[in-house]
């Protein structure tokens, strides 16, 4: 599951709840970042419950598509780092890409096109940083 990029795999704090996790950017890492995103929340709501029930599911659903999005449209590896903020949690997915996401036309046929979206919708704010070396997504949702 680990890579060499410049994200390193770092167990859950219980001060400063954060976590960063590195996958190599195949299929079945998806699920695991998805898994790491649960495993996150899970000691997150210990400490500090969700002051609405849907929050939970709606962090799982924005890390699954950034997770899938990575896979599908950015060769590579891919991070994920989760943080508790003051009101909220930060998801920051990093890629190889440095393509910046847009909306894909919908396609009943796949159900594509429905991603991005999502994000946009379940999130607070999202914002996206392109680098040399990839981008990274900002997902701000609120706990």
Known sequence: MATGSRWDD??????????????????????????????????????SPPTAPESWEDILLVVTELAANAVQFAPGPFALRMRRTFDGVHVTMHDTSTVRPEPRPFSPRTGSGVGWRLVGT????????VTRGGKDIHAFLPW
Do not use: K, Y
Not at 122 to 129: A, E, H, K, T, W
């Open 122 to 129: 379940l999130c607070d704010q999202v914002s996206v940083v």
């Open 10 to 47: 770092t167990p859950l704090s219980e001060e400063s709840f954060e976590r960063r996790v590195s996958f190599r950017g195949e299929l079945g890492n998806v699920t695991s970042a998805r898994l790491a995103a649960q495993d996150f929340l899970g000691a997150l709501a210990r400490a």
